[in-house]
C-alpha cells in the first residue's frame, strides 16, 4: 500500500505539471527531500523518478514558463563556478571510483540550485517552495516526534522509516535541518498566503516546531542541542519583550528537565567530557589530518579523500571517586574516519578554492538577507522582511550544525540559498518598478497640464 500510495501522489503532481510547470520544480523538492524511492518496497527502486522530476521541471521552464522576469545573481554563477571546480577535482581525486559515487548526487544538486532562482519570480512561487520543503521534511520529522514520545529514542536506535542512514534520515543531519526549519514555520505561520494564517494553521506550526524540537532528544545528537540554543539567541532579535522571552525560556528549560529521558541526558553530558568520548576525539584527530594534508595538497584531494586518513588519538577515561580516583589516558590508532563537518570536508576534498567559493556563496546570503531584514521591516514589504530574516536565521542554524556534521553539498543547504536568491531578485524587481512609476505618473501629469 505504501508504494501505491506515494505512487499515485507523485502521478498527481506530475499531471497538475502539465498545467502549471512550476510543479514539475515542488515535485523534485518533495522527492529529493522524502526520497520516496527509499521508503518504498520495490516499485520505485529502479525509476529514477528524482532525475525525471527535474528534467520535466527544466523543460517546462524552457517551453512554457514566463521568462522575463528570470535574472541570474551573482550567487548563481559561484554555484556553477563550485560545481566546475568539483568537477575537476573529481577527475584527479585520489580515490576515483568512490569520488564518483559522491559526483553522481553533488552535481544534480548544485546544478537544480543554480537553476531553481530562475523560476523564483514571484511571492507565490516562493511560498511554495518553502511550503513544499518544510512539508516534505515533516513527513520524517513528524514520525520521528511521535517515535520519540513513544519510546524516547536513543543515540542510532531512533527508526525515521528506513534503515539507510543517510541524507536527511540521519540522526544528526535531521536534527540540524528540523531545527533550521522552525524560523520559516514561524514565518509560514504568520505570513503565508497558500494556508491564511488561523486557529488551525498555527495549532499545524505549533505542533509541528514541537516535532521539530523533539527530533535531537529521539536522535540524541548532540548538534541538535546545539542548534536549538543558537535559534534561542537568534529569536531574541525577534522577540519585543526579550526580559520575559528569556525568563519563559529558563522556566520551559527547566521544566522539561525531567520529562527528557536518560539517553539524552547522558549523551548531552559528554559535551563537557569530550576528551572521554570517542566521537569527538576522533573528529578533533581528523581535523588536525585534513589541516595537515591540506598544507601538501592545497587544491584538496577530491571527494572521499578522507579514507587515506591515519590517526592517533587520546580519550581519558575517570574511574572511582575521591582519593580512589584514577584518571587513565588511552591511545587508539584508527584509519579512514569522515571528516564530521561541512568546513573540513570543503578543505579536505576541494582544498582552499572549494572551500573559499563555498564559504562566499553563504556569507554573502547571510549579508543580502541582513540587508533585506533592515530594509522592509516594516509597510507592504514587512512579510519580505521577516523571509529574510527567517531564511537568514535558518541559513546561520544549518551553518552551525554544518560544524559538528559533513552537510556542505545536501540540497537542503542550497533549496535555501535558493530561496534567498529568487527574494532578493523579486525584491530588486519590485523596487525598480515602484521607483519608475511615479516618474511616469509625474510625466503624464506635465503633459496633462501642457494640453
Known amino acids: 500500500m505504501r508504494d501505491f500510495a506515494f505512487i499515485g501522489f507523485l502521478l498527481a503532481l506530475f499531471a497538475c505539471g502539465f498545467k502549471r510547470p512550476f510543479i514539475f520544480v515542488l515535485t523534485y523538492i518533495y522527492i529529493d527531500i522524502v526520497s520516496p524511492q527509499r521508503i518504498t518496497y520495490y516499485l520505485l527502486n529502479s525509476v529514477p523518478v528524482s532525475m525525471i522530476a527535474a528534467g520535466l521541471a527544466v523543460l517546462g521552464w524552457l517551453l512554457v514558463d514566463d521568462k522575463k522576469d528570470s535574472r541570474f545573481a551573482p550567487r548563481q554563477a559561484l554555484i556553477v563556478l563550485l560545481l566546475l571546480y568539483c568537477w575537476i577535482t573529481t577527475r584527479t581525486a585520489d ?34 517552495l518553502l511550503l513544499f520543503v518544510v512539508l516534505s521534511a515533516a513527513s520524517i520529522i ?12 536513543g543515540y542510532g ?16 543531519i535531521i536534527s540540524a535541518v528540523s531545527i533550521s526549519l522552525i524560523p520559516i514555520i514561524v514565518w509560514l505561520g504568520k505570513y ?10 498555527w495549532l499545524f506550526c505549533a505542533a509541528l516546531t514541537f516535532a521539530c524540537l523533539l527530533i535531537p532528544v529521539g536522535t540524541s545528537a548532540r548538534t541538535g542541542l546545539l542548534c536549538i540554543g543558537l535559534l534561542a539567541v537568534l529569536m531574541l532579535r525577534e522577540v519585543k519583550r526579550k526580559v520575559l522571552y528569556l525568563a519563559a525560556l ?11 529521558p536518560s539517553a539524552f541526558s547522558e549523551r548531552m553530558g559528554t559535551i563537557k567530557t569530550y576528551q572521554a568520548d570517542e566521537s569527538a576525539s576522533t573528529r578533533i584527530a581528523v581535523w588536525k589530518w585534513t589541516m595537515d594534508y591540506v598544507k601538501d595538497h592545497p587544491f584538496g584531494g577530491g571527494f572521499e579523500a578522507y579514507r587515506q586518513n591515519r590517526i592517533r588519538y587520546d580519550t581519558v577515561s575517570v574511574e572511582g571517586e575521591g582519593p580512589h580516583r584514577t584518571v587513565q589516558r588511552n591511545l587508539t590508532v584508527d584509519k579512514s574516519r569522515a571528516y564530521h563537518s561541512s568546513y573540513f570536508e570543503m578543505l579536505g576534498e576541494q582544498g582552499y578554492p572549494g572551500l573559499a567559493i563555498w564559504l562566499l556563496i553563504n556569507v554573502i546570503g547571510l549579508v543580502r538577507m541582513e540587508v533585506l531584514r533592515r530594509r522592509y521591516r516594516e509597510g507592504a514589504f514587512a512579510w519580505a522582511g ?16 554544518g560544524a559538528f556534521v559533513g552537510i556542505a553539498f545536501q540540497s537542503f543547504l542550497f533549496m ?10 523579486y525584491l530588486s524587481r519590485r523596487r525598480g518598478e515602484t521607483a519608475w512609476r511615479p516618474m511616469r505618473r509625474q510625466a503624464h501629469e506635465v503633459t496633462a497640464g501642457l494640453t
Open 95 to 128: 580515490f576515483p571510483i568512490e569520488a564518483e559515487g559522491k559526483w553522481e548526487w553533488v552535481w544534480k544538486n548544485l546544478a537544480f540550485a543554480a537553476f531553481l532562482p530562475l523560476t523564483l519570480r514571484t511571492r507565490l512561487r516562493i511560498e511554495s
Open 142 to 153: 513528524i514520525v520521528g516526534g511521535i517515535k520519540t514520545l513513544a519510546s524516547g529514542g
Open 157 to 172: 536506535e531512533l527508526n525515521l522509516m528506513v534503515s539507510n542512514n543517510s541524507g536527511l534520515y540521519e540522526g544528526s
Open 192 to 201: 503565508g498566503t497558500v494556508f491564511r494564517p488561523d486557529r488551525r494553521v
Open 250 to 260: 529558563g522556566l520551559i528549560g527547566v521544566a522539561a528537565i525531567p520529562f527528557l
Open 386 to 401: 521577516s523571509l529574510a530574516g527567517a531564511l537568514q536565521n535558518a541559513q546561520l542554524i544549518y551553518l552551525l550544525g
Open 416 to 425: 535555501l540559498i535558493g530561496a534567498q536568491i529568487g527574494l532578493d531578485t
